[in-house]
């Protein structure tokens, strides 16, 4: 099995760079995808991206994807993951991960399937609230949808005072790509004015 494999990673990955009291801003994504966070149980971190930018070797096929490539653009233009995750802690508004006919699917994509997680995300979202946590800006990563359903929790549990939408990596990747270095400016821009108020 490779969840044994996962686990010890992942124990790898955050004894790396969270094992410190620091005050950090959440970023939160929509749900993890099969070939990143579904692989190597780090979210928008592929295996490629894992050894590469990261230092941590593993088992997995080095494989990457599009929103990991482009995450770790803006990672390395923030100055590399020991600072930048000494900040941030990327995390998901759904930690799990869905496929449905083989493919990547959204919570949001069935209606049923986000009414039956609404329960779930909202204690998963409230456990990394009470972590050492900018409760004053929460970055959204991840469209429309995802902004959309964060947002009307949020209203309801007045977690964060403002929620910033960011434009989703696959999206800039796929589409935009000839435009990547004005999103990676982007999200830049937002997260240094995130990462400067009072923690």
């Known amino acids: ?48 991206q894992l ?45 799990l991960g869905y496929v449905k006919n083989g493919k990547n699917m959204n919570y949001y994509d069935d209606p049923a399937l986000q009414s039956s997680l609404r329960p779930f995300i909202i204690d998963c979202i409230q456990q990394q609230y009470d972590w050492n946590i900018n409760h004053h800006t929460c970055l959204c990563i991840g469209g429309e949808k995802n902004f959309k359903f964060l947002s009307s929790l949020n209203q309801e549990y007045q977690w964060f005072k403002q929620i910033i939408p960011l434009p989703h990596p696959r999206f800039i990747m796929q589409y935009k790509r000839p435009r990547t270095a004005e999103f990676v400016s982007l999200y830049l821009r937002e997260l240094a004015a995130a990462a400067n108020y009072k923690l």
Request: charged letters at 20%.
């Open 51 to 95: 050894t590469g930018f990261c230092g941590i070797d593993h088992p997995f096929k080095m494989q990457s994807e599009l929103s990991a490539e482009f995450i770790y653009a803006v990672i390395n233009a923030f100055g590399g993951a020991k600072d930048f995750y000494s900040k941030f802690f990327v995390s998901a508004v759904s930690p």
């Open 1 to 48: 099995m490779q969840e044994p494999n996962v686990k010890e990673i992942m124990n790898k990955f955050f004894d790396k760079f969270y094992s410190d009291n620091n005050p950090r801003t959440l970023l939160l994504g929509i749900n993890p995808g099969r070939f990143g966070a579904g692989v190597t149980g780090i979210n928008f971190t592929a295996p490629k």
